[in-house]
């Protein structure tokens, strides 16, 4: 059990390294010059990444040095068998930055025995600085968040998103968006997980699901959710699993009918011609 002190001490370093990716990110925005794929199609890497993970990787090394550390462009590094495992995305939501479409934030995890505890997900274009730590709550700009209270889907703002291998599995979550759709005032694609998950934390959003995530885009974000009395489970309201790669959070009070709609959906008919589905 963590001491609340050590909490706050360790909110402060996820706040202090999320700040430094930012500035890194905000200095970069409109001046690439060079973006890359790194495999999938749009799934895509600039010097701003690489950078603001330096910048963040810094500050935890810092003050962290005996804690084991996964960062979206490097890997592994620190010390590996530690309980404690900060997981970094230096620039989530890549494909936005690249197009300066302004949704895209750096997200700043930490797992201590495997739980998601604490997170910072700054985003650097709207200077929204959203935190929080278990049992301490959740903060935008410093100020007390809470989820929305919206309990119908038939009145909610839904959003979720699309992984970069949709082109080549039937499980894409098409049929999921196109279904819900109908059933909701809407859903969005702001095309970053942590965002997402911190304007359900906020109200702005009742709801999110998504596959194909990866953990340092949901370490930080899951936190924000729970901390401003959202939930967080597997689409079947089972456990969450953060290696799973999907993810159902919500406000709590559509999560039933929301996780019994996307339980009972099936995936849209597609046929494959040269390995991309049409």
């Known amino acids: ?69 996964l960062a979206e462009e490097s890997g592994r590094s620190g010390i590996q068998d530690s309980p404690f ?15 300066q479409y302004p949704f895209f934030a750096v997200s700043v995890g930490l797992l201590v025995e495997g739980v998601p505890t604490v997170g910072a997900v700054f985003d650097p274009f709207h200077q929204d600085l959203f935190r929080a730590a278990k049992g301490l709550g959740a903060t935008r700009n410093r100020r007390p968040i ?10 909610s703002l839904l959003v979720t998103g699309f992984a970069y291998d949709r082109r080549e599995t039937a499980d894409n979550n098409y049929a999921e968006f196109c279904h819900l759709t109908h059933l909701t005032q809407g859903v969005r ?37 729970e901390e401003a009395g959202g939930r967080v489970t597997a689409y079947d309201g089972g456990s969450f699993d953060l290696s799973s790669g999907r993810i159902l959070a919500t406000n709590g009070h559509l999560h039933a009918e929301l996780s019994r709609v996307l339980c009972q959906i099936t995936p849209l008919p597609v046929t494959f011609l040269g390995g991309q589905l049409v």
């Open 1 to 69: 059990m963590i001491h609340s002190d050590q909490l706050h001490i360790l909110l402060d370093v996820a706040t202090e390294a999320a700040l430094a990716g930012g500035a890194v990110v905000q200095s970069y925005l409109g001046k690439l010059d060079d973006i890359e794929e790194k495999g999938r199609p749009g799934d895509l890497v600039t010097i701003a990444d690489r950078e603001a993970e330096q910048a963040v990787l810094a500050v935890l090394q810092r003050h962290c040095p005996d804690h084991a550390i």
């Open 85 to 99: 495992l900060w997981a970094i995305d230096p620039l989530d939501g890549t494909t936005n930055f690249a197009h």
């Open 146 to 155: 809470c989820v929305s209270q919206t309990g119908q889907l038939r009145h």
């Open 189 to 225: 694609r702001s095309g970053s997980a942590s965002i997402d998950l911190a304007y359900v934390a906020c109200g702005r959003l009742d709801g999110y699901w998504e596959r194909g995530l990866s953990p340092w885009d949901l370490a930080a974000g899951v936190v924000l959710v």
